[in-house]
């Protein structure tokens, strides 16, 4: 007896419909043959769903079982088709009736029959909604990561038990949760609000990281050691607007793909921090099985690179493709692969090896060699690729009782940025300041006749690439929003001018 049943396997962060295909016959020798490129954990499932069927009390006579999942030619990875195997031989025994609608099946087995963790649901899921098919039984583990999809037709189970009962007529499927997600992020805010009110003496410094959460526009930061530099970097990603539904859906299909879970957190932006010694693989993705690198990991969100001097030469230069164009593409299993890379780039680092370059107060240990080799790993490409650069100047007691910044004000004109942002691009493929480019420009940058003309003659007399003349436009627009502008007006652009040209 032949059984079909629908099921699925993650290629990438995408997940491609498989048809796993049981056949039991009396003709030939005992056993369970597996085919259509498994790898071993598919192999493997044969014993789990033996023992399985076993444990559950079913009995049946041993005859030659053809498992094919189809289609052959995509390899086909992870204990997910223990389920559908599992219905698939209860069907093909005829130890249950056949299902009269096509459900698509997904999950790990453990050998009591329990529905575990798997890698991957939330792909899935993602396909099951975009096929329309009558419904995916998945497992409970990955509930609240389904009730962002918000679909009656998804079903979380916690053990087989369940589909054996449902199909006899015995009791219904359970239904996903749903859950409505926020449309503001406030509870964003106590972290900024904290390094606010014990951030000292670095108002320069806290306005650029102001203008670079409200436009997302990339960011590096230069300072001695200990002047906050990290503490800065690290409360930025919590001044970025909340992920909508869309933005959402999207990230949380990457670190499903990754096995990781961010059902406690779906609107929060994803925020990264790799260390130095991280390799290129680490940073960009690949590999056998493919998986996401942090500049992927960091979609939609922020990365932070701490020390960026000490990263690998191959790491930086890596990164000049994916933060202009926003994807990487990889060949994996001879087929490309793209992978988002839209982040908000935060990088940090000394004036110097051991930090104290022109300081006042300690004495620069480096030869003048050791401190141009420090900074030439900064190449002129990726200076080119960050559109904000500041330093932050040395602690000073002084500073403590006389420079605050106001919470609240500094707060809302980030927020009001980002609002007229969502407003401006609502009908647009963009969907902040940072990501503006020169096709762009003509229908948003809308500089005043003044501001126009000061601008070339800036760029003129400053010798500004085109790359650097587009950065300077999109920070100036976005200073504008945050003074709630319509127009880029000449003190917008001497501000965007001071914060993009800047000498490393």
Known sequence: ???????????????????????????????????????TAVQESKERVRTVLRNLGFSYRAKKVLINLSPASIPKQGPAFDLPIAVGL????????????????????????????????????LLACQQKVDGMIFPFAHAEEASLLNQPTLHPIKHIREIIDWVVGKRSLPVGLTQALPTQSSHNLSPIRHVLETYWGQLQALRTAAVSAAGKHHLLLIGPPGTGKSMLAQAIPHLLPSLDQEQAIETASIYSAQGLNRSDCFTTPPFRSPHHTTSMRGLLGGGVPLKAGELCLAHNGALFLDELPLFSNECLQSLLVPLESGTVTHMYKNQPITLPTKTLL??????????????????????????????RKISGPLLDRIDLLTYLDEFSVET?????????????????????????????TIRSNGELTS???????????????????????????????????????????????EFVEKKHIAEAMQLCVRNL
């Open 1 to 39: 007896m032949l059984s079909v049943l629908s099921s699925a396997t993650v290629f990438g962060i995408s997940a491609v419909p498989v048809q796993v295909e049981v056949d039991v016959s009396s003709r030939g020798l005992p056993g369970i043959t597996i085919v259509g490129l498994p790898n």
């Open 439 to 485: 096709e762009h420009l003509d229908q948003y940058f809308q500089p005043t006749k003044d501001a126009q003309t000061f601008f070339n003659i800036c760029c003129a007399r400053l010798s500004i690439s085109a790359r650097k003349y587009v950065a300077i436009a999109r920070v100036a627009r976005t200073v504008a929003d945050m003074e709630n502008e």
């Open 90 to 125: 209860m069907q093909a025994y005829g130890l249950i009736p056949p299902l009269q609608q096509k459900y698509l099946f997904y999950g790990e087995l453990a050998l009591d029959g329990s529905v575990k963790s798997t890698l991957g649901t939330f792909n899935v899921l």
């Open 346 to 375: 935060i990088t940090a680092m000394n004036p110097c090896p051991c930090g104290h370059a022109n300081s006042k107060r300690k004495r620069c240990t480096c030869s003048p060699r050791a401190i141009g080799l420090y900074r």
């Open 400 to 428: 403590v009782h006389k420079e605050k910044v106001d919470v609240e004000t500094y707060i809302k004109t980030i927020h009001t940025a980002q609002l007229k942002q969502k407003k401006r691009y609502e009908k647009d």
